[in-house]
């Protein structure tokens, strides 16, 4: 592309050293230049791109796109207000704009994110529709995959996933959209059709610096869809009910315990983990692309929880817009297994061990409450208290335990710090566990506090018994949890058939090197 006809996407605010050039792509980290790219030089939150522009000319940039001239440096340099906003939109501009050729669909939420997404591609691709994906596990291009390295990678990344995506006839593409990417700009040109948001709790607030700020990025991706989109809320959610009003988008509401939404949820049964229920469309649905008539189905989950059935709810109402017959999506949903380590049931046998993420306070809350609505004798918890999240995050963690114990008759909690099985990043601070612990004490729960993990899930195996739920609940701290768990149970029962044991594990990428 000619260098000229790339920078009239942006607004260049001064030009040094103008020339005339050919060039072969974009580039923001200087160790990933290629010979005649231009580099974008982005601040971050560690670093900035300018201290690395000299190195990104000497591996081939021809020219740079600045926010400050950089002295001696003798190519073209374009100065902008933003480096990173210039990044989206250059990056968009390259690829020839792949979103505008994609039927694209952007879920945000503070949980469920990622189940929401896996659940919406297997209804897109049972419908016979080519599919990519973008999300926290996987990027996935038609019938290629490769792991994800971000929730949502940088835009120049992104736009070029999409390119791909378009170059393999990809008809519709699922993404996972994060606050973080939304404050940064990396969906910046992303051409979203259909969005959605779900739920809002406390998470990354470090970054954001407030709840405010957090909910101000995740509702960007309502606030700023266009009149020909669609927008999907829930009614059950406060903060996602209040952006009824404030987008142009055309807006479909769901709801479980809100019985006034455009398609809402009936007769639940949970009793068993694994959702039974009737979904209602209450209104004719009418979009730019077309009419979903008022109707009702019957939907059946094998993804076990409470939080599956609003996951689901949304998958259904995406599916329905992309002309998916009620057929195909309930046998979709009945077939979809799920995402590894959200409300995972990796054993079920005499008792059940469920494996969950038990990311923040929300997720925890739906969580607990989904098994407060299934028979169990006695539940036992072994929590991985959450490394390097800040004071903040885990007091509201254990406050929602503390909330859920005397409703699940939990009077005792084993806690690791699971020094081993976590990196530097995620090592739990003297100040974390304190307040952990104080919250526990407070509630007069007994906290068995455990350094290691596989001594804490050792305990709680010992007591298990007949008809308990065993749950696995913790982050990063966690990951390993199942693998260790079937380990000492394979241990404890030598006899159990080995291959049904593990199934759980075959195509986990967490905790299972």
């Not at 701290?477 to 199942?482: K, L, N, P």
Request: hydrophobic share 40%; proline share 2%; charged share 25%.
């Amino acid at each position: 592309m000619e260098l000229t006809k790339l920078m009239d996407h942006i607004q260049i605010m001064d030009v040094k050293n103008h020339e005339q050039l050919e060039i072969t792509g974009l580039a923001y980290n200087s160790r990933k230049v290629e010979a005649g790219q231009v580099f974008v030089c982005v601040r971050g939150f560690k670093a900035d791109g300018h201290r690395f522009a000299g190195q990104a000319v000497e591996n081939g940039a021809v020219a740079l796109v600045v926010e400050e001239f950089i002295e001696d440096l003798n190519v073209p340099q374009y100065k902008v207000e933003s480096g990173r906003f210039a990044l989206a939109a250059l990056a968009d501009a390259f690829y020839a704009h792949p979103t505008s050729k994609l039927k694209t669909i952007g879920i945000t939420a503070t949980n469920g994110k990622t189940s929401t997404s896996f659940m919406t591609n297997a209804i897109l691709e049972n419908h016979g529709l080519k599919t990519g994906l973008m999300g926290t596990v996987v990027v996935k291009i038609g019938d290629y995959a490769e792991p994800s390295e971000l929730t949502t990678p940088e835009s120049l990344d992104l736009q070029r996933f999409f390119a791909q995506m378009v170059d393999a006839e990809v008809t519709h593409a699922t993404m996972e959209v994060s606050s973080s990417a939304l404050e940064l700009n990396r969906v910046g040109c992303v051409d979203f059709d259909i969005v959605t948001l779900n739920n809002i709790s406390r998470e990354h607030i470090d970054l954001h610096n407030s709840f405010e700020n957090y909910f101000e990025h995740k509702s960007s991706l309502i606030r700023h869809a266009g009149e020909d989109k669609v927008a999907i809320l829930n009614l059950d959610d406060e903060f996602s009910a209040s952006l009824i009003d404030k987008t142009k988008a055309t807006v479909i509401t769901i709801g479980v315990e809100n019985q006034t939404a455009d398609v809402i949820c009936r007769d639940l049964d949970l009793s068993t983990g694994r959702a039974n229920f009737i979904v209602e469309i209450t209104r004719d649905l009418v979009t730019e692309d077309i009419v979903i008539p008022k109707q009702q189905f019957n939907i059946e989950l094998s993804t076990p929880g409470f939080h599956s059935v609003y996951n689901s709810m949304v998958s259904i109402v995406i599916g329905l817009l992309c002309e998916v017959p009620v057929e195909t999506i309930q046998k979709s949903l009945y077939e979809f297994v799920g995402v590894e380590r959200r409300f995972e049931i990796i054993f079920e046998d005499d008792y059940k061990i469920i494996d969950d993420h038990f990311a923040n306070s929300g997720n925890i809350d739906i969580t607990l409450g989904t098994l407060e609505k299934m028979d169990f004798n006695r539940i036992s918890l072994v929590y991985a208290i959450r490394g390097d999240r800040g004071v903040t995050v885990n007091k509201e963690n254990a406050e929602a335990i503390a909330r859920w114990a005397p409703r699940l008759g939990i009077h005792e909690v084993v806690a690791t710090l699971s020094r081993s099985h976590v990196t530097q990043k995620d090592v739990v601070s003297d100040a974390e566990l304190a307040v952990f612990k104080e919250v526990m004490d407070q509630a007069g729960i007994h906290v068995h506090l455990y350094e290691e993990l596989p001594a804490a899930i050792e305990h709680s195996l010992k007591e298990v018994a007949e008809g308990d739920l065993l749950l696995l609940g913790g982050c990063q701290g966690m990951d390993f949890g199942a693998k260790i768990a079937l380990e000492q149970l394979e241990a404890i029962r030598p006899d159990m058939d080995k291959k049904k044991l593990f199934q759980p594990l075959e195509k986990r990428v967490a905790g299972n090197s």
